[in-house]
């Protein structure tokens, strides 16, 4: 599409709003602001002539440039490997080491045995690399045909996208409508078809000397498309089209839009105009994509071809150098070129290739050649794939994994290695999300697969795609007799397995499949299953309250589906220690799952972890902490596409926003619930959710009749929010119901045994009795909370477990003295319970315990401004990390942030906190 060259660049016809919007992105990025654009249009639409624009037009900027390439789009990471082509290793080794142990790792230069990259780790490495090269100079990355990079590269770039805030760095990419990149949270912008104007203007450039009529055809044809126009120009000149109409009268801007096809055939005519050695070249180079101008050339010289052949196709305007890469002007020859040949031609070509690579350095570009070359079995290339597969998944490439072990089992001679590869390419679908690729190859694969071991692996691949879809019921009944079979062989894989059901159980509040599932380890006698009974005797407890649960085991249960780590693992045993009303011990495994997540990069593990680690810090009175985690869990979580996550951290957040008497806030978190939680779940996050806004807004009937809604669902959570049932139905004039829901409460207490528990249920029997019992069950009440909090380590939880029961406990005693005219006695508890709630965040019950202190004779002022209040939940975690003495590049490796971005949020927060420098902060009130 470009026209001439002036200044500072080509001039692109009625391109004007769209270079604004280019120019615009790198002036930004020079002031510091980064920023990203996705430039979106079919093909020859003007889409790298705006990059051409964009490069043209960045002085004094570092410009990173990569051009997808089809034949490489399942090499893992050959995309970020072509943009970081120039930057230098000093560069790269200047990360800190775990990021650039990553990166190195990512582009192959990794050793072989270690565990594989982590692919958020490699994007904040090279958001760091952004960050630090745009200090010394902003940085422009240009990404032409980003629809045909790997999935890995893809997803990288994205993520560093995504978070470019404070650093001097412009990301440009450019993709086809229909080529399948999806980046959501990037800005879009789509280049439609060029008006009359601006397509008479690009046709003026270059056919002004033709005919008016058949320059009205030519219009009519290409329809605004400027690479139609000009191609189709030069095939008029060619003799390759008459002058008579060669379109349907209704073609054009009101007609059938163009596509690649007209002008494809037009590149494609070209090639076939040229001598057999420049058809060779081309040929060669469409199948390499690396653009390494030797390596064409020799594999080219194997069939005959010479320097001078390439010279041909390069006058023809058929291929370019370009920053000394060889490579074709528009991604449409490259299409005609190979769409063009015959199978033998390409196959050659392919073969060129292979035997000219050199296998000990580069063997996963030489195994795909040879595949492409191959018809028929051929194990010694099937197992060179399955070789690149195993090295892509340890570069953290799951996407190249699949596509290498699937083409790796089409080239296998024996069925049971066939099977095998499908299976690994299965499983290696799972991983990288893509559930209906996963779920063919493990359907091709079982058709190989016989034995029981084989089989249960599949199983395994099934049932995580259907717990995926939140199908956990059908997960379940997928592994049941599957792991009956392999108990024998592999009891450990049994195990795994059963551990999946009794979890899919839980989540499904169905506790038929674990009474199956304990009787089929006594009726096995499976050995090391101590772990599978354990995990059913909690989920039996939580689903049965006559059932006595069992406390979590000290080695958290082996995952499923995958390699076991340490965070995930952590994370999970934190999940039930919390569902047993543990809060201490369920913080200190999330924490610590936290922790070693955020110190190894994985990225993937943090949502779940997260979601966890803010109900125990709700849990433990540390609000705000609480929110910054669900809301950094939360955008994680929609970041990478883990929906449960994000009905989980939703869920929480509901929660926290009804505490503080957020009714916009809770609500909205309630559709996250509602589109992200099981069936099972969701109605009960609503209803506990809506009852403690209603508690706190004193709308006693409303919250009563929702809560005895879930109580007679049996739903296996009611018995957390009895309480709240009978404080409801207590103040609503309901003594029956209110006095049900006390007993049921006080058994479950009984049952779990701490502290915080067994408060609430004196506070619940203080409630539906009368006279001077009830003040006495209140203060024995409010003693046990206090007790728990005066036995609590200050680091950990500086009030206790479950501050904000205490509290209610508190207010709901001065309550019971103000009315029985003791209001002097009335007055410390309404006192403490105010001050707690203020520092909670729990606006309306803090205003109940303030008309309370003022019906003693007592007023509270309002509590004064919070400095930490007025920050975000980010700018909170960074001045927290700030205080405890990390650096900005510490604390954007801990938050997946750029060093830059760290300081942005620094310098925001200093004012809200009234402090001009870090050493101030460490004098704040500012707990880790």
């Keep these: ?68 390439v089809q034949a490489e789009a399942e090499l893992p990471f050959a995309g970020l490997h072509l943009l970081l082509r120039g930057v230098t290793d000093a560069e790269t080794a200047a990360l800190p080491p775990a990021q650039a142990d990553a990166l190195g790792k990512a582009l192959g230069r990794g050793t072989a045995g270690q565990p594989p990259a982590d692919r958020y780790l490699v994007g904040l490495a090279l958001l760091t690399l952004l960050a630090e090269l745009g200090d010394r100079r902003p940085v422009l990355c240009l990404v032409d045909d980003v629809h045909w990079f790997d999935h890995a590269t893809v997803e990288v770039l994205a993520f560093v996208a995504r978070r470019l805030a404070a650093e001097s760095v412009a990301m440009l990419f450019a993709a086809r409508d229909d080529g399948g990149f999806r980046a959501p949270g990037l800005p879009e912008l789509a280049l439609r078809r060029l008006d009359d104007d601006a397509a008479r203007s690009v046709l003026g450039a270059h056919a002004d000397d033709l005919p ?54 037009e590149f494609a005519a070209r090639v076939a105009a040229m001598p057999r050695g420049a058809r060779t070249v081309l ?42 890469c060889l490579g074709f002007p528009h991604p449409l020859i490259r299409a005609a070129v190979y769409a063009r040949e015959t199978l033998a031609a390409k196959q050659a070509a392919h073969r060129a290739l292979a035997e000219t690579i050199d296998e000990a350095i580069d063997p996963d570009r030489t195994a795909w050649h040879r595949a492409a070359a191959t018809i028929g079995p051929d194990e010694r290339t099937a197992a060179a ?35 095998t590869r499908l299976a690994a390419a299965a499983a290696a679908a799972v991983d990288a999300g893509r559930c209906d690729w996963a779920a063919d190859l493990s359907r091709r694969a079982a058709e190989h697969l016989h034995d029981p071991v084989s089989r249960a692996r599949l199983a395994l691949i099934d049932a995580a ?67 599978v009974i354990a995990l059913a005797e909690i989920v039996s407890g939580q689903l049965d309250e006559t059932h006595r649960p069992a406390r979590p085991p000290d080695a958290p249960p082996p995952l499923v589906c995958r390699i076991s780590d340490a965070p995930r693992s952590l994370a999970k045993t934190a999940r039930w220690s919390l569902a047993l009303g543990d809060d201490r011990r369920a913080h200190e495994l999330a924490t610590a799952a936290e922790r070693d997540a955020r110190s190894r990069g994985q990225l993937g593990v943090l949502p779940d972890t997260l979601a966890v680690l803010a109900a125990t810090r709700w849990h433990l009175g540390l609000h705000r902490d609480a929110v910054a985690a669900a809301t950094e869990g939360l955008r994680i979580a ?47 996050t609503a209803a506990t959710a809506r009852s403690l806004l209603d508690l706190g807004a004193g709308r006693f009937e409303q919250a009563a009749d929702r809560l005895a809604g879930l109580v007679a669902a049996a739903a296996p959570e009611a018995r957390a929010w009895l309480p709240d049932l009978v404080e409801a139905a207590a103040r ?85 003295l103000r009315r029985a005219r003791l209001r002097t006695a009335a007055r410390a508890p309404l006192r403490s319970a105010c001050e707690t709630f203020d520092d909670l965040g729990a606006t309306p019950w803090a205003a109940r315990a303030r008309a309370e202190l003022r019906a003693t004779g007592e007023s509270r002022a309002e509590p004064p401004p919070d400095g930490l209040g007025a920050l975000t939940p980010q700018e909170l975690q960074v001045v927290r990390l700030a205080a405890g003495g990390l650096s900005n590049r510490e604390i954007g490796a801990q938050l997946f942030l750029s060093p830059r971005t760290v300081a942005y949020h620094l310098h925001k927060a200093f004012p809200k906190l009234g402090v001009t420098t870090r050493s101030q902060l460490a004098r704040l009130d500012l707990p880790a």
């Design 1 to 68: 599409m470009s026209l001439r060259a002036v200044g500072a660049g080509p001039v692109l016809s009625g391109r004007a709003e769209e270079i604004t919007a280019v120019l615009g992105l790198l002036d930004a990025a020079r002031a510091g602001a980064g920023a990203a654009l996705v430039l979106t249009g079919e093909a020859g639409i003007g889409k790298s002539a705006l990059l051409a624009r964009a490069a043209a037009a960045a002085s004094g900027m570092r410009v990173l440039a990569g051009i997808g």
């Design 212 to 265: 008016r009529h058949v320059r009205d055809l030519l219009l009519r044809e290409a329809a605004g498309n400027p690479l139609a126009l000009v191609e189709l120009v030069a095939a008029h000149r060619a003799g390759r089209l008459t002058e008579y109409p060669f379109g349907p009268p209704d073609a054009g801007h009101g007609g059938t839009p163009p596509s690649g096809g007209r002008v494809e055939a």
């Design 283 to 324: 040929l060669v180079a469409a199948a390499d994509g690396s653009c390494d101008t030797g390596l064409v050339l020799a594999a080219a010289a194997r069939l005959g071809a010479t320097l001078a052949d390439l010279e041909v196709a390069e006058r023809a305007g058929l291929i370019a150098f370009t920053s000394g």
């Design 385 to 419: 794939l399955e070789a690149a597969a195993e090295r892509a998944r340890d570069r953290g490439s799951p996407e190249s994994a699949a596509a290498a072990y699937e083409r790796a089992a089409r080239l296998s001679a024996r069925p049971r290695d066939r099977g």
């Design 465 to 531: 795609l259907a717990d995926a879809d939140n199908r956990a019921d059908q997960a379940a009944e997928l592994l049941f007799e599957p792991a009956l079979a392999v108990a024998g062989a592999d009891p450990v894989l049994a195990g795994d397995m059963l551990v999946w059901i009794v979890e899919a159980a839980w989540t499904t509040r169905d506790a038929a499949p674990v009474r199956r599932v304990v009787q089929a380890v006594r009726d096995l006698g499976l050995s090391h299953a101590e772990h």
């Design 638 to 684: 929609r970041e990478i596409g883990r929906p449960k996550a994000v009905g989980a951290l939703s869920d929480v957040l509901a929660q926290l926003a009804a505490v503080s008497g957020d009714e916009v806030g809770c609500e909205a978190a309630l559709v996250d619930v509602a589109a992200h939680r099981p069936a099972t779940v969701a109605p009960t």
């Design 732 to 816: 609503a004039g309901r003594p029956d119901q209110a006095r049900a829901a006390a007993e049921r409460f006080s058994r479950w207490a009984a049952c779990v045994d701490l502290p915080w528990a067994r408060a609430v249920a004196l506070r619940c029997r203080a409630l539906v009795a009368d006279g001077p019992e009830a003040g006495r069950l209140f203060a024995e009440a409010v003693a046990v909370h206090r007790s728990e909090a005066a036995g609590t380590d200050p680091a950990a939880s500086p009030t206790g477990s479950r501050p904000f029961e205490r509290a209610r406990t508190e207010l709901l005693h001065g309550e019971w």
